[in-house]
C-alpha cells in the first residue's frame, strides 16, 4: 500500500526549493506526495512534484487585532487539514518553516500524525520555534542551529539543506579557475528581498577596478528591475561583458559555470554556493530576523570559502578592493572552491528522507 507524505511550506523559494528536493526524492521511493501550502504558495509551486495539492486558510499578524484574525484563520486551516488528511489516509507530515506550514503540523498533532520540521536556517525561525517543543524530530540544514530549545538537543538531527537536483548534480564537478589572463565569470544574485543595495553597488564596485582585470570580467547579474537599465548602462560604460536580468530560470547552469559569486547569504544559497564549491563573497540581509543569514555564512567564511561583507559596511569602493585582492591573489579563488566545498552536508535529501521513513515508521 502506497504510502502518503504530506509536505508543508510557505511560498518562498527558501522554503520551497528543500521541500521539492525532499519530496522529489520520497516519490522515487514509491511515496505519494502532497503539498500543503497557503494560496500564495499555490503560485510559487506550478512544478513541485505533488500528486495532490492543498491550499489551506493561514495568515500571521500582529497587535492584538490581526493576531486574533490570524488565530481565526489558522483554526481554519486546520479544520481543512484534518479534513483532508483523513481523506488521504497521511502517514506523515514534515513542515519546513513559514506560517503556511502551521495549519498542516497543528492538525498533524491535534490527530497523533507522526510529525517533524526541517529548519534551512542556521537559527530557528520562528514558526518552527513555536511548533518545535511537540514534533517528533527537528532536522537542521547547518551544524549548529540557534534559538533551538536546550530541551530538544536529542531530537535533532543536522541533515543538511536539500537542494535541487541540477544543483546536485554539480556535487562532483571539479572547480576550473580562470586561466592568468582568461575570463572570470562573475555571477550576481540578489534573493527575494533587499537585492536593492547588491543591484546599485555591484556595477559601480566592477567599473572601479583596474582596467587590465575589470575586461576580463564576464558578469550575469539577478537585478531588480528598476536598477537593470542603469546596472547595463555602468557596465557598458566600463567595458564589461554583463549580462542582467532580474531572473535566471537556469540557475544551475550559472552556478557551474561561475567563478565567483556575489550574493545575500540566504540558507539556499550558502547550500548551495557549499555543494557546487563556488567561492564567494557574501552580504547579510541586514534586516533578517534574528541575523539570520550572518549566521548561515558563518560555516563557508569559517572554512575559507566566502567572504563575509556587513550590510553597513559595504561601500562601492571597499566591494572593489575585495574583488581585486581576491581575483588579483594567484591561486586565491581555486583555495576558496575548495573551502566551499569542505562546508557542504551533500546528500541531504536522502538523509531527510530517511529520517521521515523512520518517524512514519513509529506509528
Not at 502551521?102 to 520540521?117: E, K, V
Not at 566591494?319 to 594567484?330: D, K, N, V
Not at 586565491?332 to 541531504?348: F, N, Q, T, V
Request: hydrophobic letters at 45%.
Amino acid at each position: 500500500m502506497t504510502k502518503t507524505c504530506v509536505v508543508a511550506a510557505g511560498g518562498t523559494g527558501g522554503h520551497l526549493f528543500p521541500a521539492q528536493a525532499l519530496a522529489e526524492e520520497m516519490a522515487r521511493r514509491g511515496w505519494r506526495i502532497v503539498l500543503a501550502t497557503d494560496r500564495r504558495g499555490q503560485a510559487f509551486a506550478e512544478h513541485f512534484p505533488a500528486d495532490e495539492r492543498l491550499a489551506l486558510d493561514s495568515a500571521t499578524g500582529s497587535g492584538p487585532v490581526g493576531l486574533l484574525k490570524a488565530g481565526v484563520k489558522i483554526a481554519a486551516g486546520v479544520l481543512q487539514a484534518r479534513r483532508a488528511f483523513r481523506r488521504l489516509d497521511a502517514s506523515v507530515v514534515v513542515g519546513f518553516g513559514g506560517y503556511p506550514s502551521a495549519p498542516s503540523l497543528l492538525a498533524a498533532m491535534s490527530m497523533g500524525l507522526p510529525t517533524l520540521i526541517h529548519e534551512q536556517n542556521a537559527v530557528l525561525g520562528r514558526t518552527n520555534r513555536l511548533l518545535a517543543k511537540r514534533v517528533g524530530m527537528v532536522a537542521s540544514a547547518f551544524p549548529t542551529l540557534g534559538r533551538l530549545p536546550e530541551s530538544l538537543k536529542d531530537r535533532l538531527e543536522v541533515v543538511g539543506n536539500p537542494v535541487r537536483p541540477p544543483i546536485a548534480a554539480l556535487e562532483d564537478k571539479p572547480y576550473e579557475a580562470p586561466g592568468a589572463r582568461g575570463a572570470i565569470h562573475l555571477l550576481v544574485t540578489g534573493g527575494s528581498q533587499g537585492a536593492r543595495i547588491l543591484s546599485d553597488t555591484v556595477p559601480r564596485a566592477i567599473a572601479a577596478l583596474p582596467d587590465k582585470l575589470r575586461r576580463r570580467l564576464v558578469v550575469v547579474q539577478q537585478a531588480r528591475p528598476e536598477f537593470i537599465d542603469a546596472a547595463r548602462d555602468t557596465y557598458a560604460a566600463a567595458g564589461v561583458k554583463a549580462e542582467v536580468a532580474p531572473f535566471f530560470g537556469d540557475m544551475a547552469a550559472r552556478l557551474g559555470k561561475a567563478h565567483l559569486a556575489i550574493g545575500r547569504a540566504g540558507a539556499s544559497t550558502c547550500t548551495e554556493l557549499a555543494v557546487v564549491g563556488l567561492p564567494s563573497i557574501l552580504v547579510p540581509l541586514k534586516i533578517a530576523t534574528d541575523d539570520h543569514q550572518r549566521f548561515n555564512a558563518r560555516g563557508l567564511v569559517e572554512a575559507g570559502g566566502a567572504v563575509l561583507i556587513l550590510e553597513d559596511d559595504l561601500t562601492v569602493d571597499g566591494l572593489a578592493a575585495t574583488l581585486e585582492g581576491i581575483l588579483g591573489e594567484s591561486g586565491r579563488l581555486a583555495k576558496m572552491a575548495e573551502g566551499a566545498r569542505s562546508a557542504a552536508l551533500p546528500e541531504a535529501a536522502a538523509r531527510l528522507a530517511d529520517l521521515v521513513e523512520a518517524q512514519a515508521a513509529h506509528t
